[in-house]
């Protein structure tokens, strides 16, 4: 997980954009720029004094300087808008951490639960090994019969490609762990996982989505909803823009001047109006998005607490009683073909049932543990162990 949220590019993408966002909130609450004009004005184009800058009074060359003016009110509601735009990708940052974490550690489980099944299938097809040329040995001295020989040569068989269909699998699940710590996933794993319970109760889970990051990217969602909402207001109310020029005329005195400019918002019933009513459903439509976000992680968690709960449960069965069983339904096996009690078929029977319960409670220890990093990715760090 620390390898996987290191160097990521996902992450290095929302770290860019949060400080765009930041960056961007310094300038949208400040003036916008000046305008210079030039130009020339007044030209005659007809009788004497066409395309002359000298013979007509009115023909001057003009240097103006303008500035807009809008309400400080709209500049600083722009800035806050920027802001929330980049807590948004701050908050969507920590989330993807999380789904990050969680999905690397599900990857790392996958991988762990197939090397494990492997191992199991290693065991049973060595000892299925052994036990070929043991009867092998027997047949060839006439104490066992053939068919008991070639029954155990298919035993193995079987058992071999058991193993190579696990080794692909951990070959597999290597390439998909890779997507998340690139060539470190060829690095071996632990031996056993020591997965602890889980020690928050579900009550505890379920208050912690409150301050879950996607909630809380949502709930600056609600806030940029209603600032815009007061942006929407805000544009019922007139800008202005001043101007200042100079006019040169060659063969006359030169001229000053300046003038204000107002907006007019005359037509708010086509312009502002669904502007505003435009922000207030949108508004709504960020809280329901909440609300309806709160739902699913709220359902999310329970389902994986009682996953975990029912999982970890029937693990435990199977150590303490399956397992334990299984084992001594070969020894019994085992005992009654020495005696020329029972099959030999028995014993292999009890033997791939054995290796058949055992990645069955594998896959029942992984399952609690993957409920698990899916609960990790509703609380806090530190919360779950």
Do not use: C
């Not at 489980?109 to 049973?124: F, G, K, P, T």
């Not at 312009?271 to 960020?286: F, G, H, I, T, V």
């Amino acid at each position: 997980m620390q390898l996987a949220l290191t160097d990521q590019p996902i992450l290095l993408n929302r770290e860019a954009l949060a400080t765009a966002e930041e960056q961007q909130a310094i300038s949208a609450a400040q003036l916008p720029d000046p305008k210079l004009s030039v130009g020339l004005r007044d030209l005659p184009f007809d009788r004497g004094e066409a395309f002359s800058v000298r013979d007509d009074s009115f023909t001057m060359f003009t240097v103006g300087i303008s500035q807009d003016f809008p309400r400080a009110a709209k500049r600083k509601l722009k800035g806050e808008r920027k802001r929330l735009d980049a807590q948004m990708e701050h908050y969507g940052l920590l989330n993807d951490r999380k789904v990050i974490a969680r999905d690397t550690a599900l990857s790392w489980l996958d991988v762990y639960e197939a090397e494990q099944a492997l191992s199991l299938a290693h065991e049973l097809a060595a000892e299925n090994g052994l036990q070929v040329q043991s009867m092998e040995s027997g047949y060839r001295s006439g104490r066992n019969p053939q068919a008991d020989w070639l029954a155990a040569k298919v035993e193995t068989d079987l058992a071999n490609d058991k193993e190579q269909d696990w080794q692909h699998h951990v070959e597999r699940m290597r390439a998909a762990l890779s997507r998340w710590i690139g060539s470190s996933a060829g690095r071996p794993l632990a031996d056993d996982l020591n997965a602890a319970p889980v020690t928050a109760e579900l009550a505890r889970v379920i208050a912690a989505i409150e301050q879950h990051p996607a909630v809380s990217e949502v709930q600056a969602q609600v806030e940029a909803s209603r600032n815009d909402i007061a942006q929407a207001q805000q544009a019922y109310k007139s800008d202005f823009s001043i101007e200042t020029y100079v006019s040169h005329r060659p063969a006359y005195a030169d001229l000053v001047g300046i003038q204000l400019s107002f907006d007019l918002p005359f037509f708010t019933d086509k312009r502002q109006d669904p502007e505003l009513r435009a922000a207030r459903l949108r508004s709504e439509a960020a809280r329901d998005r909440k609300e309806d976000l709160l739902r699913d992680l709220r359902t999310q968690a329970t389902e994986e607490y009682v996953d975990w709960h029912h999982a970890s449960e029937r693990a435990n069965t199977f150590d303490k009683q399956i397992i334990p069983e299984a084992r001594r339904r070969i020894a019994s096996a085992r005992s009654a073909y020495a005696a020329a009690k029972g099959s030999f078929d028995a014993v292999l029977l009890a033997r791939r049932t054995l290796l058949e319960i055992q990645i069955q409670r594998l896959a029942l220890f992984v399952d609690a543990a993957r409920a698990q990093a899916r609960l990790q990715y509703f609380v806090s760090a530190g919360e779950l162990p």
